[in-house]
């Protein structure tokens, strides 16, 4: 199980927004999760056994572009059929910080209906804001926070200037390494 993940559970489609896998001493091994109702928007937290069968929601993907946004909206385009679906913010939750325009996604469809978005596993962005670097501080593993141009604030290594295009992580959001062009 992994964020952003949709699964099927006590009959409805629930996406996954945290996981966290815990093997407590001699117990059997666990997955600790923060579930999203898709339906209602309710938040639930569920504790999963290494036992315990989850189904992943049977459903139809395509890979779409991001497009742009417009208010809480989202909009995907199909890059064979021009076909264009939206998603709203509330749907996409925190994967909004890594929509960056013309960006590939997988869309993910139930019954017809666009449901969530599956992103690749990390994604470059350009670093809009950050503290100038620190002279002298290379022989330390420092960090500083970077405003990436989606409005994500990660933290960096001290090297990373503002217009530099850095990539990061979807799963986590962390930074990765710097991406040269």
Not at 7 to 21: C, I, N, P, S, T
Request: glycine share 6%; aromatic share 8%.
């Amino acid at each position: 199980m992994r964020r952003g993940m949709i699964v099927k559970f006590e009959g409805d489609l629930w996406r996954v927004h945290e996981v966290e896998h815990q093997t407590p001493g001699n117990l059997r091994a666990r997955v600790q999760t923060k579930l999203k109702n898709l339906r209602s928007g309710t938040m639930k937290d569920q504790r999963f056994r290494s036992e315990d069968d989850v189904e992943k929601a049977n459903f139809e993907t395509k890979d779409m572009q991001y497009l742009y946004s417009e208010g809480n909206d989202h909009y995907f385009m199909d890059m064979r059929s021009y076909e264009q679906v939206h998603l709203n913010e509330e749907v996409l939750g925190e994967m909004v910080s890594y929509l960056v325009p013309n960006m590939m996604v997988t869309v993910d469809f139930h019954d017809g209906f666009p449901v969530g978005i599956e992103l690749p596993s990390a994604v470059e962005m350009k670093v809009i804001e950050t503290t100038p670097e620190v002279k002298g501080a290379t022989a330390s593993a420092q960090r500083k926070p970077a405003t990436l141009e989606t409005g994500l604030i990660v933290q960096v290594p001290s090297f990373i200037q503002k217009g530099e295009t850095i990539r990061v992580s979807t799963e986590d959001g962390s930074y990765l390494e710097r991406v040269n062009r």
